[in-house]
């Protein structure tokens, strides 16, 4: 089992609906309210006040995709079902399909070895297969995306690899990227920062642990392992 200390992840989970949803709105309404502002006809404003009215709107469109992020983390998060056994080659059938759009319109190709058996919570573990793929396509390099699917055995746990040709990541950022809201590059990567915080808090809810191993340029491998008994909720 995973020991950990409390972290953000921890603490996001204890948010619910209604106390995102009083986060939201005042966001929503500082957008509207400051869109109607630098629209309004025949309102004048000078060059400093529009360069700080315009440095609010960005400020609060970054904190919707932020709370869009968390919103998402707690759907998938906290949303646990029972676990029972699964064919990992089905859940990575259904995450191929899920994302077919993103494969097609990147001429990818994705391959797998065969899966094994595992003991888990399907919807969870769908999540995992669907956004380390996705992301292996949308981090690609100048060649057409190749992705490989793979299971061994090792230890008492089935070891998983996602291993692509895409543009790699620094070593230096291999925990980083596992945070919640953190990425590396901002504009390369526009969403909230979230998907690979809830593949690390999924693994981790299953008794297991994820890591990559990367060098730019060289494409990555994602890692990880799940006991072969995973921990019954």
Same mark, same amino acid.
């Given at each position: 089992?995973? %020991? =950990? ?6 603490? +996001?989970?204890h $948010?619910? @609906?209604?106390? !995102? ?5 005042p ?51 906290? %949303? =646990? ?6 064919? +990992?080659?089905? $859940?990575? @059938?259904?995450? !191929? ?7 097609r ?7 797998h ?16 297969l ?38 790699g990541?620094?070593? !230096? ?7 919640m ?47 072969r008994?995973?921990?019954?909720t």
């Amino acid at each position: 089992m995973i %020991s =950990r200390t409390t972290s953000e992840e921890d603490c +996001a989970v204890h $948010l619910n @609906a209604d106390s !995102l949803h009083d986060l939201t709105s005042p966001v929503n309404q500082i957008c509207t309210m400051t869109d109607l502002v630098l629209q309004r006809p025949g309102r004048i404003l000078d060059d400093e006040s529009k360069v700080l009215l315009d440095y609010v709107h960005q400020s609060a469109d970054r904190l919707q995709n932020l709370l869009s992020g968390l919103r998402t983390y707690l759907r998938v998060v906290g %949303s =646990r079902g029972p676990y029972r056994r699964c064919d +990992a080659n089905s $859940l990575l @059938a259904g995450a !191929l399909v899920s994302i077919d759009p993103v494969i097609r319109a990147n001429d990818a190709v994705v391959t797998h070895d065969p899966l094994p058996e595992i003991y888990c919570d399907p919807n969870q573990i769908l999540y995992i297969l669907t956004a380390l793929v996705e992301n292996a396509i949308r981090f690609r390099s100048g060649l057409p995306p190749r992705v490989h699917v793979s299971a061994a055995a090792a230890d008492d746990s089935w070891l998983f690899s996602i291993c692509d040709n895409g543009i790699g990541i620094d070593p !230096l950022y291999k925990e980083r990227i596992f945070t919640m809201f953190k990425r590396i590059d901002n504009l390369a990567s526009p969403g909230p920062g979230v998907g690979l915080a809830i593949v690390r808090q999924i693994v981790e809810q299953h008794g297991g642990r994820v890591w990559v191993e990367s060098q730019p340029g060289l494409g990555a491998t994602f890692h990880f392992a799940l006991p072969r008994d995973a921990l019954r909720t």
